[in-house]
T-cell receptor, first 117, second 113 residues
Framework: GAVVSQHPSRVICKSGTSVKIECRSL??????MFWYRQFPKQSLMLMAT?????????EQGVEKDKFLINHASLTLSTLTVTSAHPEDSSFYIC?????????????FGPGTRLTVL | KQEVTQIPAALSVPEGENLVLNCSFT??????LQWFRQDPGKGLTSLLL?????REQTSGRLNASLDKSSGRSTLYIAASQPGDSATYLC????????????FGKGTRLSVIA
């Protein structure tokens, strides 16, 4: 089946630094990728929709200047958490759809655990 | 706004028992519904996907049903095993398969040997 990878799988950083997370579709092209965030014992919440070659669409309450998304190619989307703070510590997961059919399932990356000290 | 609720939040059963996990959603205008498994600290594994036109899907010991009009889905796990211990998430798509999913908080299942 389709595979989505994320890098890094785990990152610990100091408060005020920026962290970049990569999401790659390994064996298919994805014009759209989605970024979710999951706090402990909570549901996955959509942060933004990443569109190849255009600006990302952010959900209400998600700061676009803090969470920078770049979707420069059909196989790569990046999420940069700028000036990270402890409250940004979370599990970040991306997903991508493998084709144009509306029946296709979404494939999820393994997630990135961010800890901000 | 679509909201997805999963009951129970946690469940502990002895090995071999059959069990049912419940999922409800407020807006019946969904395109499809998926059940996922999430192990601690890990990503998501898709278990079953049910299109809005379908009533159920089966994979091995898993069976998922969908009653779109009442906004409900159930995941039936037969003959549970300790390896089934994980969090099970229900998610619905808003419009089509290429739109983001709305997730429930999950049911944390523990199967005791």
């Amino acid at each position: 089946g389709a595979v989505v990878s994320q890098h890094p799988s785990r990152v610990i950083c100091k408060s005020g630094t920026s962290v970049k997370i990569e999401c790659r579709s390994l064996d298919f092209q994805a014009t759209t990728m989605f970024w979710y965030r999951q706090f402990p014992k909570q549901s996955l919440m959509l942060m933004a929709t990443s569109n190849e070659g255009s600006k990302a669409t952010y959900e209400q309450g998600v700061e676009k200047d803090k969470f920078l998304i770049n979707h420069a190619s059909l196989t790569l989307s990046t999420l940069t958490v700028t000036s990270a703070h402890p409250e940004d510590s979370s599990f970040y997961i991306c997903s991508a759809n493998s084709g144009g059919s509306a029946t296709d399932t979404q494939y999820f990356g393994p997630g990135t655990r961010l800890t901000v000290l | 706004k679509q909201e997805v609720t999963q009951i129970p939040a946690a469940l502990s059963v002895p090995e071999g028992e059959n069990l049912v996990l419940n999922c409800s959603f407020t807006d019946s205008a969904i395109y499809n519904l998926q059940w996922f498994r999430q192990d601690p600290g890990k990503g998501l594994t898709s278990l079953l996907l049910i299109q809005s036109s379908q009533r159920e899907q089966t994979s091995g010991r898993l069976n998922a049903s969908l009653d779109k009009s009442s906004g409900r889905s159930t995941l039936y796990i037969a003959a549970s095993q300790p390896g089934d211990s994980a969090t099970y998430l229900c998610a619905v798509s808003r419009i089509s398969g290429n739109t983001p999913l709305v997730f429930g908080k999950g049911t944390r299942l523990s199967v005791i040997a």
